[in-house]
């Protein structure tokens, strides 16, 4: 019994393929300017043209929010030994407040300003000019490299007065609220996926793509302009921010969603919303492991058919017990 409530998480591959071919449609659709908007995969320019080419020498400050974790991290590049990149990087975590989260979009970036102000103290930078690197991994649309308009929040964020803004204006207005000086330029990135692959171009390892599966799920990847109908010209590549988190938002996996994948998604802060990284992402994998304990309870498979209140209380089994475990 036990191994046929599980067998239900195995995709034959005609089913993964059928979402595959599904997912390359919406992808395609996303980057026609006809289509672009019905779209489930919104394939957002990033107007990012090329990869780390081996001038760039210096300290930069790289900022990164996506999860409940906010990211400030010194970067110094210089040439190392037979005239290759030197990478070395001091960074500390900061864990976002939950009232930072859902409150109003002033709180969560002047939190964010208070965590590199403190930064900058403990490393003796406050007095240097740094170039500022923004990986802000939500939905947005660029309008320039520097400036992006929060489409919608994913991820358990929901601060107000954020969506529809531009988000690089939210930091620097907090920045200067709070007098920090020294920072520079603050172009924006559009997500995890893109620090990756900066990250690893650093590191010399030649890619043209870069997925990633963290708290959420997102991909970015080099495309060729002509393909790139949101903004004009045809020569060159851009790098295009897949935000495929969002596919399945226009049916397209409803025969696939579970009984758990449903809960998760009625009772999280935006229903209907990023189906696909509600189904893999680790934000929500923990919930959907709780879930399929009640079921074994239920069935009287486990526990000796009794739940623990804990158990049966949404969101107390972390995705992190699930490593811890195995």
């Known amino acids: 019994q036990v191994e046929q409530i599980l067998a239900e998480f195995r995709l034959k591959e005609e089913d993964l393929k059928k979402v595959m071919y599904r997912m390359q449609k919406e992808m395609d659709r996303g ?5 672009h908007e019905e779209a489930s995969v919104k394939m957002l320019p990033t107007y990012v043209r090329s990869t780390p080419e081996g001038s760039e020498v210096g300290d930069f400050l790289s900022l990164d929010l996506g999860g409940t974790n906010f990211r400030v991290m010194l970067v110094k590049v210089g040439e190392g030994e037979e005239g290759q990149w030197k990478v070395k990087t001091k960074h500390q975590m900061y864990s976002i407040p939950e009232d930072a989260m859902t409150g109003t979009a002033e709180m969560l970036f002047d939190y964010i300003s208070e965590c590199i ?27 320039d490299i520097d400036k992006g308009i929060l489409l919608n929040w994913t991820k358990g964020f929901k601060a107000s007065g954020a969506e529809g803004n531009n988000v690089v204006g939210l930091l620097r207005d907090a920045i200067k609220r709070r007098g920090v000086r020294a920072l520079g330029f603050i172009p924006i990135g559009l997500g995890g996926p893109w620090g990756v692959f900066v990250g690893l171009s ?66 999280s802060l935006n229903p209907g919303q990023q189906l696909y990284e509600k189904i893999i992402g680790g934000k929500y994998m923990g919930e959907i492991v709780r879930l399929v304990l009640l079921k074994l309870v239920d069935e009287n498979l486990l526990f000796n058919g009794e739940a623990s209140e804990k158990l049966k209380t949404r969101g107390t089994f972390e995705t992190r017990f699930m490593s811890q475990i195995e």
């Open 117 to 143: 102000s403190d930064f900058l103290d403990k490393h003796q930078m406050k007095h240097k000019k740094l170039p500022l690197g923004f990986t802000f991994s939500f939905p947005v649309r660029h309008e």
């Open 31 to 35: 980057l026609k300017l006809e289509t």
């Open 202 to 267: 650093l590191s010399q390892c030649p890619s043209h793509g870069r997925f990633l599966a963290g708290t959420g799920c997102n991909a970015c990847y080099m495309e060729e302009m002509h393909n790139v109908e949101l903004v004009e010209g045809d020569e060159g590549r851009m790098c295009v921010n897949t935000e495929w988190g969002a596919f399945g938002a226009s049916g397209e996996l409803d025969e696939f969603l579970l009984e758990y994948d449903r809960v998760v998604d009625e009772t």
